[in-house]
């Protein structure tokens, strides 16, 4: 599922599993500003990429771990899936919601886990926050810098939670995440209904083909 999205997000490597992390964040009494968290948090993914073999030989356990641990406590999901599925979200029961929430949670993790296999040491431009402090929904931007290629950008769009910033969408060169979900998702539910559309993301997601992860051996 969509192919364009997943090549933008594995070029853009470790960058989109940038908003990672915060379990110290979290603890602090004040929260963290959305820029600083999400470079601090960056560069703390990056490093323990390159001083884990385990993940850099494809250690799909090792991989998940990371991404459960500093990724997912950082997003939004019920907000994104609901902006993913649209104008049918209304449409499902609260049963419904929740499970779909849970397999947009699922799909989103084995996403994260191909990008990471495609990290090879790009360097992050982390851009100045253009925001105000009363601010409540903001967008932190990112530039990975490409040996021999354009840069690529990484938007994140955030919004202030009472736990803290919580992404409720990534666009990868321009490509919002939500967005091409939508489209996949309205298509779904147009031809199978609500209940049509759960079933397609648990398949997916407990199919036997999963995702390539860190170690394809890139020479």
Do not use: C
């Amino acid at each position: 599922m969509l192919p364009r999205f997943v090549r933008l997000a594995t070029a853009a490597a470790a960058a989109a599993v940038v908003l990672a992390g915060g379990a110290r964040a979290q603890a602090q009494s004040e929260i963290q500003a959305p820029d600083l968290l999400v470079k601090t948090v960056t560069l703390e993914v990056v490093d323990i990429i390159q001083k884990d073999k385990d993940i850099q030989k494809g250690d799909r356990k090792k991989v998940i771990a990371l991404i459960e641990a500093k990724v997912l406590p950082h997003f939004n999901f019920q907000a994104m899936t609901s902006s993913a599925v649209g104008r049918n979200w209304d449409k499902a029961s609260a049963e419904q919601k929740a499970r779909l929430t849970d397999e947009f949670r699922t799909l989103l993790v084995r996403t994260y886990s191909s990008a990471l296999a495609s990290y090879s040491n790009q360097k992050f431009e982390f851009r100045p926050l253009r925001a105000k402090p009363t601010d409540t929904d903001v967008t932190v931007h990112v530039r990975v810098m490409q040996s021999g290629d354009q840069p690529m950008t990484i938007d994140y769009d955030m919004e202030k939670r009472p736990g803290g910033w919580k992404v409720w969408d990534v666009r990868v060169g321009g490509i919002s995440l939500v967005a091409n979900y939508r489209t996949e998702f309205d298509n779904q539910i147009r031809e199978n209904g609500v209940e049509g559309l759960i079933k397609t993301l648990y398949a997916k997601n407990n199919s036997a083909v999963q995702p390539a992860v860190a170690g394809a051996q890139k020479k």
